[in-house]
């Protein structure tokens, strides 16, 4: 019998080799290396998680929240480090979507046959 996991383990480990990977360690790394973008950073993730917090739980964001995430939002970009990193955070979730079909392909065609 296959044990998946011995292949998703070889496939995070090969992951942390991708461009992508190592352009968010790189993104990360300058953001906390400038201590006001860090905070902001910081300041937009807290804000985040607190809204999808709510919104997970079916209950809708209370306005502050909303504008406080939006003010946020615009002070991140004043901050190219902040900018840089969403750009990589992208590059690499479009990656991870790719191998997610790879992934998920056999079911995908088990559907099709049926």
Same mark, same amino acid.
């Given at each position: 019998? &296959? ?14 080799? !991708? ?8 993104? $990360? ?10 905070? &902001? ?8 998680? &607190? ?5 997970? !739980? ?26 840089? $990193? ?29």
């Amino acid at each position: 019998m &296959v044990n998946i996991f011995d292949n998703i383990n070889a496939a995070a480990k090969d992951l942390e080799e !991708t461009p992508q990977y190592k352009n968010l360690a790189e993104a $990360l790394k300058a953001v906390h290396e400038n201590e006001a973008a860090n905070e &902001v950073f910081n300041r937009f993730q807290e804000t985040q998680r &607190v809204v999808n917090e709510a919104m997970q !739980t079916g209950q809708e964001p209370e306005e502050a929240q909303i504008q406080e995430w939006q003010e946020i939002a615009k002070e991140i970009e004043q901050y190219d480090e902040i900018n840089k $990193l969403m750009e990589t955070e992208q590059a690499l979730n479009q990656l991870l979507m790719q191998i997610n079909n790879t992934l998920t392909k056999p079911i995908a065609v088990l559907y099709e046959e049926n």
